[in-house]
């Protein structure tokens, strides 16, 4: 069975920065395309960023240059460091693995940032 835990979130004041991870247990983390999402309240959930099995990444424009996807294929283990935060920024912010075609299949549970002076 494949688990998504995510971590690292927290309160931070605007300007400040947070690194968030998301171990994986089960599976081949290797083997897939991973990526984060964050939902605000009220709002639908968002992509943020992906990157590929080769470690390529890709954002959602309004964060790229500010935030930075990366992997650990050795420790199994999705990061996500967010820097120059902002309360636009704060939300649940959600790990997933890809299928082949790129539909995210499985989600983490969840951590909560919280951007407030």
Known sequence: QVQLVESGGGLVQPGGSLKLSCLVS????ADYSMGWYRQAPGK????IAGISIGGSPFYKPSVKGLFNISRDNATNTLYLQMDSLTPEDTAVYYCE???LGGTPEL?????QVTVSS
């Not at 089960?26 to 983390?29: D, K």
């Open 97 to 99: 693995r890809e299928t």
């Open 44 to 47: 639908r959930r968002e992509f």
């Open 107 to 111: 989600w983490g549970q969840g951590t």
């Open 26 to 29: 089960g599976g081949i983390f």
